[in-house]
């Protein structure tokens, strides 16, 4: 913004005092019969209207309020939108309906990261916990760079199964209403018993080499044994889910943050993620000029900054 006029100048006053001096008449030349009255006052007029700032006082241009009122501000923006929050958004069905395809996440990066020892208790940290639904990097050596969204379904230690599509952590059924039972926008066959019985029910298709060659040294009393600094994660659309079922845990350093809410949600196909080099809306199948003719008809209002859980 440009602040034009909104400085007096210095030599608008030394005008006026000098018209000041002209005004005064000396006592001599006062008018006959009256007694000398005292010279009238002319009032110093900066341009514009405004009132001559106190002598040795300088008027602060509105140019240099701003950026002292702002810069701070805007700092603060940028390093919380670096370091703080991250944006991101979902391209596939794995977590619905929990999270639907075309929702745009702001992630906390804070919340899940290591306390660090000489500021503790300022920001809230706290560890993962069962039923988190995370952000982390994938730990697919193939994929390497793929960010992934899935619930925390086992901490290290625990003991996983899946008994009839049902998931057990140390003995006990998990009550999971997030969870859906059924396909949705994928071609899974049911009955599955390697996906229904996990791990009893046979290797899974699509297991990636790695997993499949170590996945025999953490399987005991048939359950799958967390190892420590380790996650095992699934998706909420359990039978359209590729996750630690297919490539084993997710370590603790791949952990990115925790998603707290639908900033936007744009009604989208999974198929618009599905080229390479397309990774967003603004790049997919339709470009931004179809995106925004449509913005009113397919934005998903009610997912309106929508609370994640």
């Not at 002319?42 to 509105?62: C, D, E, I, V, Y």
């Not at 501000?73 to 619905?96: H, K």
């Not at 899974?188 to 290797?203: E, F, H």
């Not at 909420?236 to 952990?255: E, T």
Request: hydrophobic share 40%; aromatic share 10%; proline share 10%.
């Amino acid at each position: 913004m440009r602040a034009e006029g909104a400085e007096a100048k210095g030599a608008a006053g030394r005008g006026a005092n000098g018209r000041a001096a002209a005004g005064k008449a000396p006592a001599g030349d006062a008018a006959p019969g009256r007694r000398g009255r005292a010279p009238a006052q002319t009032k110093s007029r900066a341009r514009g209207g405004g009132q001559q700032p106190p002598a040795g006082k300088r008027a602060k241009p509105l140019r240099e309020s701003f950026i002292r009122v702002w810069a701070p501000t805007l700092v603060a923006a940028i390093f919380i939108i670096t370091f703080n929050v991250q944006a991101f958004e979902i391209p596939s069905g794995s977590m619905e309906k929990t999270l639907l395809i075309g929702d745009h996440l702001l992630v906390d990066r804070i919340r899940f990261a290591p306390p660090p020892h000489w500021l503790p208790g300022v920001l809230p940290y706290r560890p993962v916990r069962h039923g988190d639904i995370m952000v982390f990097m994938t730990p697919v050596r193939s994929e390497k760079g793929v960010h992934l969204v899935k619930r925390v379904i086992g901490l290290p230690g625990d003991r996983i199964r899946l008994v009839n599509g049902v998931v057990y952590r140390n003995g006990r059924p998990l009550r999971e209403p997030y969870a859906l039972r059924q396909p949705v926008g994928c071609n899974a066959t049911l009955p599955n018993p390697a996906l229904q019985n996990w791990p009893d029910g046979g290797p899974l298709a699509y297991t990636t080499e790695r997993w499949a060659a170590t996945e025999g040294q953490y399987i005991h009393d048939g359950q799958v044994v967390v190892p420590p600094g380790n996650y095992f994660v699934m998706g909420d659309n359990r039978l359209c889910s590729f996750d630690s079922r297919y490539w084993g845990f997710v370590p603790r350093a791949n952990i990115i943050g925790r998603p707290e809410v639908v900033y936007w949600s744009y009604r989208s196909k999974a198929s618009q993620y599905g080229l390479p080099g397309h990774g967003n809306i603004a790049a997919s199948v339709e470009s931004w000029p179809s995106v925004l003719w449509h913005l009113p008809t397919r934005t998903r209002w009610e997912r309106t900054f929508h609370i994640v859980r």
